[in-house]
């Protein structure tokens, strides 16, 4: 077989001789030839149809693998987004894949299974986490726990009431930032380096102290390793001050007593030596000594009035009945009016006729006479007093105004306090025992009221006796 260039044809050719042998000997040759152009058609069309198919089976197989791939990616792009919907804790439904897979539908499965326990756990530790919240912040007392760090970790709404903090934005920030006081500062570290539990108690604050017991323990772990410290804050203001009351109250009776006991006994002596010769002298001194008695009997019974209006108050056993506020008010300015005439005061009532307390109206007379009794004893001749009663909203008011001395605000507070004078020398000088505001209050009280007073330093007092309506 050969190629060769035709002179003849003028065209590329190819040969082909095949040699005929019969009885093993050359008998003749066969030649043939034919263009090679023809050949080259011939074996591009053949070229082209296998392009044909190879493309149409390559477009078919890269359109099944897309298919496939979608059917496998679709499931996975939603579990994806199905987790991604689970982390940022907006989980609403379980998730729903269409897969013929079986490892695509177990593993749907189990995020849905993942997703629910997640949930419920959440829900459990929200719901844990809003229970000890409720429980920290409805306590009276006041929580402070710390980290070994000394930074807070909590901190109650009645911690941060009573050390004015503001309880928010304050976890995770050191103690010495959020806490003033160094002596809590202090007591929060020997409880940090302590083993035991210990107790202190701490004032705080300067214009409005107020008086705090602390307890501390350290905070522990589950493993019992301590992690920093808890301090639980009680107010016992009320009852240091109550303390404080019990201890004047006793030391102002015996005071009180002893003044005109001592008066008495120095008197009885001077008549034992001798004095008792001398009648004129014998009698000026008996006359003191008999105004002594005189008060000593009258804080006598004051005292007894006030404990027994103490303990009546507590039983609620007084007698009540409907009174006329105008007839207990005429009463007491009735009882009044020598006194008054003697200091040229004239003493106006203005009070409605129809108004009613439901009161027990000696005791409600003996209170309105302490308070006009001290509006005269304190104020100069020559002025006017006036006693007025009326309804305003829920309760029925009497109050006594005037227009004497006055009251500096400092002594507002305690005025209502037994013994407690403004000036004592001035007071008892009056004759007063300091007991005649606190007798009004517990009155008052006994009524299921109260008193209240305003007044200006040399300008004048108002007392106000506030009862329930009936
Ligand atoms: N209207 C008033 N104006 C000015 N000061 C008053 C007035 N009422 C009371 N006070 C002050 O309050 C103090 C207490 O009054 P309170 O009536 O309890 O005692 P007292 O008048 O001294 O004695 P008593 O027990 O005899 O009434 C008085 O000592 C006085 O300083
Ligand atoms: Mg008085």
Not at 224 to 240: C, E, M, P, Q, Y
Not at 326 to 335: H, K, N, Y
């Amino acid at each position: 077989m050969a190629l060769r260039f035709s002179n003849t044809l003028e065209e590329q050719m190819m040969y082909l001789a095949v040699p005929i042998i019969r009885d093993e000997k050359l008998s003749g040759v066969v030649r043939t030839s034919i263009p090679i152009t023809f050949i080259e058609r011939a074996l591009r069309s053949i070229e082209f149809k296998i392009g044909g198919v190879g493309l149409a089976v390559a477009l078919m197989a890269a359109g099944i693998s897309l298919m496939v791939s979608r059917r496998i990616s679709r499931p996975l792009e939603q579990m994806k987004q199905s987790a991604e919907t689970i982390s940022r804790g907006e989980w609403k439904e379980p998730l729903t894949v269409d897969s013929d897979s079986v490892e695509i539908s177990a593993l749907s499965n189990a995020l849905n299974q993942m997703a629910l326990q997640l949930e419920d756990r959440i829900e459990t530790i929200t719901s844990q986490h809003n229970e000890s919240e409720a429980v920290l912040s409805s306590m009276v007392e006041g929580v402070l726990a710390v980290d070994a760090e000394e930074k807070v970790i909590r901190l109650n709404k009645a911690a941060g009431k009573l050390l004015d903090i503001e309880p928010d934005h304050v976890e995770g920030r050191p103690i010495e930032e959020v806490v003033r006081n160094s002596h809590l500062r202090e007591f929060i570290e020997r409880t940090l380096s302590g083993i035991e539990n210990v107790e202190t108690d701490l004032t705080i604050g300067n214009q409005n102290e107020i008086f705090l017991q602390a307890h501390g323990a350290v905070l522990k772990d589950i493993l019992d390793k301590s992690i920093g410290a808890v301090i639980v804050l009680n107010d016992v203001t009320r009852l240091r001050r109550l303390e404080t009351v019990r201890r004047d109250f006793v030391a102002n009776v015996s005071h009180e007593l002893k003044t005109p006991i001592t008066l008495i006994k120095g008197f009885v002596e001077t008549l034992q030596q001798g004095a008792l010769e001398n009648r004129e002298e014998a009698e000026r001194f008996l006359n003191i000594m008999s105004k002594q008695v005189e008060r000593l009997n009258a804080i006598i019974e004051d005292l007894l009035s006030l404990s027994r209006l103490e303990q009546d108050s507590g039983k609620s056993e007084m007698a009540m009945e409907k009174t006329k506020v105008t007839q207990v008010l005429e009463s007491a300015i009735r009882d009044c009016e020598r006194k008054a005439q003697e200091k040229n005061t004239s003493i106006q009532l203005d009070c409605p006729n129809e108004l009613e307390v439901y009161a027990n109206s000696p005791l409600l007379n003996q209170a309105v006479l302490n308070l006009v009794d001290n509006a005269l004893k304190y104020s100069e001749p020559g002025g006017e007093i006036k006693v007025e009663a009326s309804e305003i909203e829920t309760e029925i008011v009497i109050a006594v105004q005037d227009w004497g001395c006055g009251i500096d605000s400092a002594h507002l507070p305690r005025l209502f306090e037994r013994f407690y004078r403004v000036d004592q020398a001035r007071s008892r000088q009056l004759g007063g025992t300091g007991l005649g505001l606190a007798i009004v209050k517990h009155i008052a009280q006994a009524h299921k009221g109260s008193v209240s007073v305003n007044s200006t330093l040399g300008k004048g007092s108002r007392f106000s006796i506030h009862l329930p309506i009936i």
